[in-house]
């Protein structure tokens, strides 16, 4: 009897978390916004995952508790800059966003939640960084930003809170789908010095320990993401190089034909969680 | 001259007499330090918010000196005690002489 109790605590206790700061905390944004940071996987990860985590879950309170309220979101000062650039007339065309895409919040709103997307007449997969560099360049006749730049992040951060809230629905099927298996190809591809692929850490080890912070599923729906290590926001695919910088090998360039599959991929296997963006990580 | 400031406050709407409050500020500001060096190994001169006040109702509820070792951005966060309907007036001092102002009414219900 005493032995079978004694089983009972160590199971407790082995079946406990890791990580994690508080198991039933919600994240609701100014009180009134519920998001989605736990949900069944999808479809097509039923071999690997049961559910699908939002890195805001690995989290620690202080941490958590800093997308709680928009006034406490250092993410949101970058929207405020952005929401500036989005009326401001750039370029030899002399056109703003706004001059095309007027208010931004109902041309944008939903936008996030699809990208990476097929655009048909280009005959492509586009990040939102794609799509606003065209804009930039054919719309506006404006200089390019830097795909992982300081601009960049912020007007993908004002995009990205259009859609806050809404489910992250990437299609993976159709033209696309080429691409996404290519994503998933490399997802699964380990690489550099210490022989790594993103599944190594993100699949089997989530909630683990990576030196002094836990490793998360490593969804991207949280992007861009306000990390207090470096006070900036960031973006994913200086998310990836720094990932793949991790395992010792020479990493893609940002913007590249294999960042753009694996993003795809990545943000498909957060299907079904909010977009969370602009999110607060450490 | 710093670019791209702009003051920002939280205070609730309404408060019941004697209530204290939670008052949140945040004032966008680069807060260069006066210690790092440009490419050229040139001192980049200090640019900070150096004293932040809050009034209510002309009487000083809290007034702080910022140093340089202050974060890009500062975030002020403080609780005050409302006696009465009023105004909270808050004020942030740069080092170029510039001076930012916020206010933000207090009902009492």
């Known amino acids: ?282 | 001259m710093a670019s791209g400031v702009k003051p920002r406050v939280k205070v609730p709407k309404k408060a019941a007499a004697g209530d204290v409050i939670v008052i949140k500020t945040l004032i966008s500001h680069k807060m260069e330090s006066g210690q790092r060096k440009d490419k050229e190994g040139n001192l980049i001169p200090r640019s900070i918010i150096n004293r932040f006040t809050c009034d209510f109702n002309g009487q000083s509820v809290m007034d702080a000196t910022f140093e340089s070792a202050i974060s890009t951005n500062p975030y002020v966060q403080f609780e005050a005690t409302v006696p009465e309907a009023g105004e909270f007036k808050f004020t942030w001092y740069d080092d170029d002489g510039s001076v930012y102002e916020e206010s933000k009414k207090v009902a009492i219900g």
């Open chain 1, 1 to 282: 009897m005493k032995f079978k109790a004694m089983t009972a605590i160590a199971a407790l206790l082995l079946s406990a978390p890791a990580a994690m700061a508080d198991e039933e905390a919600e994240l609701v944004v100014n009180g009134d916004l519920n998001l989605v940071t736990r949900t069944a996987a999808p479809a097509h990860l039923a071999d690997s995952l049961d559910e699908v985590l939002s890195g805001w879950r690995f989290r620690s309170d202080e941490t958590q508790a800093l997308q709680l309220d928009d006034f406490d979101n250092p993410g949101m000062i970058f929207v405020d800059q952005a929401m500036d650039t989005w009326g401001t007339v750039d370029g030899e065309k002399g056109k703003s966003c706004a001059s095309c895409h007027d208010d931004v919040e109902t041309s944008m709103k939903g936008v996030r939640a699809v990208y990476p997307k097929w655009n048909d007449s280009a005959e492509e997969v586009r990040t939102i960084a794609m799509q606003v560099n065209d804009c930039r360049e054919n719309g506006m006749g404006a200089e390019k930003w830097k795909y992982t730049g300081g601009k960049m992040a912020a007007m993908e951060a004002l995009i990205s809170l259009q859609s806050r809230g809404m489910p992250v629905d990437v299609a993976i099927d159709g033209p696309a789908e080429v691409m996404w298996e290519e994503g998933k190809e490399l997802y699964y591809t380990r690489t550099g010095q210490l022989d790594l692929s993103c599944a190594n850490c993100h699949e089997d080890n989530y909630g683990n320990l990576i030196r002094a912070d836990h490793l998360s599923q490593g969804h991207i729906n949280g992007f861009p993401a306000y990390r207090l290590k470096n006070a900036k926001l960031n973006t994913v695919h200086a998310r990836f190089k720094g990932c793949v910088r991790d395992t010792r090998a020479e990493t893609y360039k940002p913007g590249s034909a294999e960042f753009v599959a694996l993003e795809l991929y990545v943000a498909s296997r957060g299907n079904g969680l909010s977009v969370e963006g602009p999110s607060v990580r450490n």
